[in-house]
């Protein structure tokens, strides 16, 4: 994780206010972030909210219609002041490697290297050292596999030393079975150069293994920030509990700042009377109980009432098992999973109850 961050420490990287519009349309609207050296900040969210027009934007490749963008406490653009992207002492990273064919693999790492040959020699064999790709320092991109290329591509970026490095969707070139480790020791390269690192990926499993803080956007707007426990267990609203897993869904009406429902009563705090809510929770919140048989132990203190279920489907999905159940009291389906194998046969009758301190309620 990251280390503390000195009081009034100066961020990396800051963007003040920028907005960026296309035929009247904002499609980036008053974002603002700053990034500490050393942190990773993601910016997540689904295709077309802003990200990568957030990210060309502090590379300096797209200019903003407002806002600032500072290094280090320094302006280095506004809509007045524009210093070139090739003076930022930005690194950059896409899904496209975009590696030179017709240069070696030691000539792709210098490309963007100053000095005399000596030094830049040795800054390569030091970078190709730590993504372990020496034995490759003359062969060609074509001679690698994609996750080697990726490592290359990394070590291209960091050869400047950059003091921020901006990564668009870097990872989902590759496959699962390398992508995992490959994170990891691009992660742990990047914090050992001391590198503000701002990540933009649609993929909320990514965002949670990489980040110290998560950017949640939607529509042009940062609308939530916060270490990826905070975002993930006190989400903005039910559009952010769903970006990062499956949900379910019960509708009610709030009296007495309480909400019924057929799994027994939500606490609804400062919701008016009468107000209609959802209340939301993901299906690894939903316990089955085996042998309640519609009797049985009563529910734990942080659980709801019981609830009658008939299993409509049910799949096995690798570390669980996930079975649909329609409910007695209103035909509505319900998700939930289980670890392991767990194939209960359709129509078999199973009493559900749910985590009452795992729910969210929100303004239907």
């Known amino acids: ?27 980036v609207n008053d974002v603002s972030l700053s990034i500490m050296p050393g942190q990773v900040t993601c910016l997540l969210g689904p295709s077309g909210c802003g990200k990568s027009t957030t990210l060309r934007m502090i590379a300096g490749v797209e200019m903003q219609d407002s806002g600032e963008i500072y290094v280090d406490g320094k302006l280095i653009c506004d809509t007045i002041t524009r210093v070139p992207p090739e003076r930022r002492e930005i690194g950059l990273m ?13 000539d792709n790492v210098a490309f963007g290297l100053k000095g005399p040959r000596e030094q830049k020699r040795a800054r390569v064999e030091e970078l190709l050292r730590q993504v372990d790709l020496i034995r490759f320092i003359d062969g060609y991109p074509h001679q690698l596999s994609g996750g080697e290329q990726q490592r290359v591509a990394l070590a291209r970026a960091l050869a400047p030393r950059p003091r921020i490095m901006l990564m668009d969707e870097p990872f ?9 480790g490959i994170r990891d020791d691009t992660l742990d390269l990047l914090k050992a150069e ?35 426990y905070n975002v ?8 952010a ?12 009406t709030v009296e007495g700042a309480l909400a019924m429902t057929p799994f027994g009563r939500f606490l609804a705090p400062g919701v008016p009377d009468l107000t209609e809510v959802e209340i939301v929770f993901r299906p690894q919140h939903v316990r089955i109980d085996f042998d309640r048989g519609g009797k049985g132990p009563a529910p734990t203190p942080t659980e709801g009432a019981p609830a009658r279920g008939v299993v409509e489907r049910s799949r096995f999905m690798g570390n669980e098992s996930l079975v649909e159940f329609r409910m007695d009291f209103d035909g509505s389906m319900i998700k939930v999973t289980v670890p392991g194998v767990f194939l209960p046969k359709p129509g078999k009758v199973m009493w559900l109850t749910i985590r009452r301190d795992k729910c969210f309620v929100f303004p239907a």
């Open 232 to 239: 993930y267990t006190r989400p903005l609203d039910h559009a």
């Open 241 to 252: 509990v769903a970006f990062f897993s499956d949900t379910n869904v019960l509708r009610a």
């Open 194 to 228: 001391d590198t503000a690192v701002l990540l933009v990926t649609h993929e909320p499993e990514e965002a949670m293994r990489m980040a110290d803080e998560i950017a949640l956007m939607r529509d042009g707007v940062i609308v939530q920030r916060g270490a990826p």
């Open 94 to 106: 896409f899904q496209d490697f975009a590696l030179f064919p017709h240069l070696s693999v030691a």
């Open 172 to 180: 989902s070139g590759l496959d699962n079975r390398l992508r995992d």
């Open 1 to 27: 994780m990251q280390a503390s961050t000195p009081p009034n420490a100066t961020p990396r990287l800051e963007v003040r206010n920028l907005v960026r519009r296309f035929d009247d349309r904002a499609v």
